[in-house]
């Protein structure tokens, strides 16, 4: 750790002498350049604000069909990461692109493996893949499944082992009564020995003569019901080919059905265009059954360094207790009447707040049209104190797009910025958006890319589906279009200093929905990545800013004994200006740094 602490000390605070590549506008353009462009497959118009977009790659041969841009067999869908390689779900398999050279990835591996979403994660030299669509084979094969029930279906999870990644070897499935449609990696500080996998099923349940003990019946009448719960898979690491379902907690059992809007009138008189009206119940009819909360889970996203889960749970976002790994307990809940699908949700670092994403229309409807509502597929954010979560606003992409672009709020990431809460995140055919919620209350856009549409005449499916910070750049799953990664630009919104702090940052492997606690190495550009704040909000007086950067230009020229003097002579100095600040917390967090910077001076 000393070793990268040094090389952190001395090599990234180069990064403070970089010049401006060009002036930047601290408003955002206007007229928005997202909005009347192009319309094209692999030539859309194309608009960026404080991102560069570094590469496109289009998917490989065998997942693209090339007279149909809209075949649902190809879209591509999530994705996770390992050393230099990519790994991207399909609706028909896993692609894996080495991303040594960013402005060229490379495909290491394709192989064909129908299954519906293909949701990926990867641990070690194991990786795990969704299947839940009907026409999934145990044996991969493209020819489906066409009896009703079939011990040949895959509906569950796979398991594979990729120590060579070129030439996964497929160990064992663990089957389970809904599928999965999504599913979460969960590592354990406290039993190293496993790993676990949480299920989230949203399909029907399966017939117990194609796998037994599954039922569809109300809890009430059968305890065993595949209703009203997720399924816990403990992988042991040793012999993951014993990996089993432990556990199917019944996390959102007992919620009432939440308040829920419904369609623009537009669009439900669109939705029954050319259907019948449905008609009253006939005399007598018994009446229907009052309505429930939610059977299953969506995505579920673990922080097991707080022991905390957020759980985007149909129409509840849940608070989950998870130092019990294989028995997770809800311990919060919350419903908003604003939300149609509560789909996914993050943590900041210090697990002070949690944003849930709301796919409303599923994510294959428009959503962002000048006539939806900015509360509607939205994101939701609140902040949290023990079990209590408290709405402080919606973040919705600000810019409206056509009629023919899927778009709704959707899978992201936070951008390890140290001292700020920092996301990028995709909206499908609206592209990604990079946003500041560190105040969750006043959310702002401060970066995005996007295209046109897919078509000029009708709603062709695509768009980003997941945006991922990995190890300095971000990484997009474009469903239609294959993989694209971005690198972010120096703005008034986000210094050199503060990007170079956020590179510091380095996974050997990132599963988003296991979230991990994000940790700088003592560096003189964390130090001045805060100083950049400050100067920007304004939080310590000028004089005493030009100072303390002085100070430190002035440290970072000395070395051993009389670099750490100068240093420990900051903090303290630093420590003094806090008390008459306007951000007395910022600056004692980088009195804190300066301080951790003199202590790891050689």
């Known amino acids: 750790m000393k070793s990268k602490a040094l090389f952190a000390i001395v090599a990234l605070s180069v990064a403070a002498c970089a010049p401006s590549q060009r002036p930047f506008s601290t408003a955002a353009p206007s007229p928005d350049p997202r909005v009347g462009l192009r319309a094209g497959w692999m030539d859309a118009g194309e608009a960026a604000w404080n991102i560069q977009l570094v590469s496109t790659t289009p998917p490989s041969p065998d997942f693209i069909n090339r007279s149909n841009p809209g075949d649902y067999q190809f879209i591509n869908s999530d994705l996770s990461f390992t050393g230099p390689y990519v790994i991207q779900g399909n609706f028909s398999g896993v692609q894996v692109w080495d991303i040594t050279n960013l402005k060229s990835p490379r495909l290491h591996k394709a192989f064909v493996c129908p299954g519906s979403q293909s ?5 070690r030299q194991l990786l795990f893949v969704s299947g839940e669509a009907l026409n999934g084979r145990t044996d991969c094969g493209t020819q489906g499944v066409r009896d009703t029930v079939s011990h040949d279906r895959l509906r569950g999870i796979r398991i594979f082992d990729v120590t060579d990644i070129a030439n996964p070897r497929h160990i064992t499935d663990v089957q389970t009564c809904r599928g999965s449609h999504t599913h979460t990696l969960v590592t354990s500080p406290t039993d190293t020995a496993n790993v676990y996998v949480y299920v989230s099923g949203s399909a029907p349940v399966r017939s117990p003569n194609e796998l037994a003990g599954c039922s569809g019946a109300p809890p009430d009448s059968n305890p065993n019901s595949a209703l009203f719960r997720i399924e816990v898979i403990q992988v042991p690491l040793a012999h993951p080919e014993q990996a089993k379902i432990v556990t199917s907690p019944r996390i959102f059992s007992d919620l009432a059905a939440p308040a829920r809007h419904g369609e623009l009138v537009a669009d439900s ?25 939610p059977t299953q889970c969506h995505d579920i996203t673990v922080y097991p360094a707080i022991g905390l889960a957020g759980g985007a749970c149909g129409g509840y976002g849940l608070l989950l207790d998870i130092r019990d790994v294989a028995n997770p307990k809800r311990i919060g809940a919350v419903a908003d009447s604003n939300f149609s699908f509560w789909h996914s949700a993050t943590f900041n670092n210090d697990g002070t707040k949690i944003l849930f ?23 939701a954010l609140f902040t949290r104190s023990g079990n209590t979560m408290t709405f402080q606003s919606y973040y919705k992409l600000p810019a409206p797009q056509t009629a023919y672009e899927n778009c709704v709020a959707h899978n992201g990431t936070l951008i390890p910025i140290p001292g700020r809460d920092i ?29 046109g549409p897919m078509d000029s005449t009708k709603l062709v499916g695509a768009g ?23 690198e972010l630009q120096p703005s008034p919104f986000m210094s050199q200093n503060e990007i170079a702090a956020a590179k510091l940052v380095h ?88 301080r951790d910077l003199a202590g790891a001076t050689q």
């Not at 949701?119 to 641990?123: L, M």
């Open 269 to 293: 008189l669109a939705a029954l265009a050319g259907r019948p009206l449905p008609q009253p119940p006939p005399a007598g009819a018994k009446p229907a059954s009052a309505p429930t909360g």
């Open 423 to 451: 996301m990028v995140q995709a909206w499908y055919q609206g592209g990604i958006s990079v946003f500041d919620w560190t105040d969750a209350a006043h959310p702002v856009e401060i970066a995005y890319f996007d295209r």
């Open 357 to 379: 994403t709301d796919e409303w229309g599923g994510g294959l409807q428009p959503r962002c049209r000048v006539t939806d509502k900015h509360e509607w597929g939205a994101d």
């Open 507 to 594: 996974f050997d492997y990132l599963n988003v929905q296991d979230q991990q606690k994000l940790a700088w190495p003592p560096s003189f550009v964390v130090a001045r990545a805060y100083l950049d704040q400050l100067a920007r909000s304004n939080g310590l007086a000028a004089d005493r800013l030009s100072a303390a950067r002085t100070a430190l230009s002035r440290a970072e020229g000395l070395s051993g004994d009389a670099r750490r003097g100068a240093l420990t002579e900051l903090a303290t100095q630093l420590n003094g200006d806090a008390a008459g600040a306007s951000d007395q917390a910022k600056v004692r967090t980088l009195a804190t740094a300066v």
């Open 119 to 123: 949701d990926v994660s990867v641990y």
């Open 464 to 486: 980003s589906w997941s945006a991922y910070w990995y190890n300095g750049y971000i990484v997009s799953s474009e469903i239609a279009r294959g993989l694209d990664v971005f």
